[in-house]
């Protein structure tokens, strides 16, 4: 079990950034793999980026590729969201995800595949 939470949104101008953070609890920090998903009202939880144990690979949604980058720092049980050049339609509630993987390759872009989620953080931009 490990617990996620999500820190960073707000309200900001389109064209502008934010940066997310989400801190794990517990030691075993590098044996997950992370994702950072988002759902807007009405709409599904839908993919954003995730990020291998190592940190080795990355994933991204077509719709965030160049404009956002998840990082983490496993020395510091966190996984970053950058998010640059927002836009409006990036308005959601951004989750972190985790599962434990047994190889550094594991990941998913699947929103089924992760275990664990945080709580959310409200990110809001206006055109």
């Known amino acids: 079990q490990v617990q996620l939470v999500e820190s960073g949104g707000g309200l900001v101008q389109a064209g502008v950034s934010l940066r997310l953070s989400c801190a794990a609890s517990?030691?075993?920090?590098?044996?997950?793999?992370m994702g950072w998903f988002r759902q807007a009202p009405g709409k599904e939880r839908e993919f954003v980026a995730a990020?291998?144990?190592?940190?080795?690979?990355?994933y991204y949604a077509d719709s965030v590729k160049g404009r956002f980058t998840i990082s983490r720092d496993n020395a510091k049980n966190t996984v970053y969201l950058q998010m640059n050049s927002l836009k409006p339609e990036d308005t959601a509630v951004y989750y972190c995800?985790?599962?434990?993987?047994?190889?550094?390759?594991?990941?998913?872009?699947?929103?089924?595949?992760?275990?664990?989620w945080g709580q959310g953080t409200q990110v809001t931009v206006s055109s």
């Open positions: 995800a985790a599962k434990v993987a047994v190889f550094d390759s594991g990941l998913s872009r699947s929103v089924a595949w992760y275990d664990y």
């Open positions: 517990g030691r075993t920090f590098s044996n997950y793999a």
């Open positions: 990020i291998s144990r190592s940190g080795g690979t990355t």
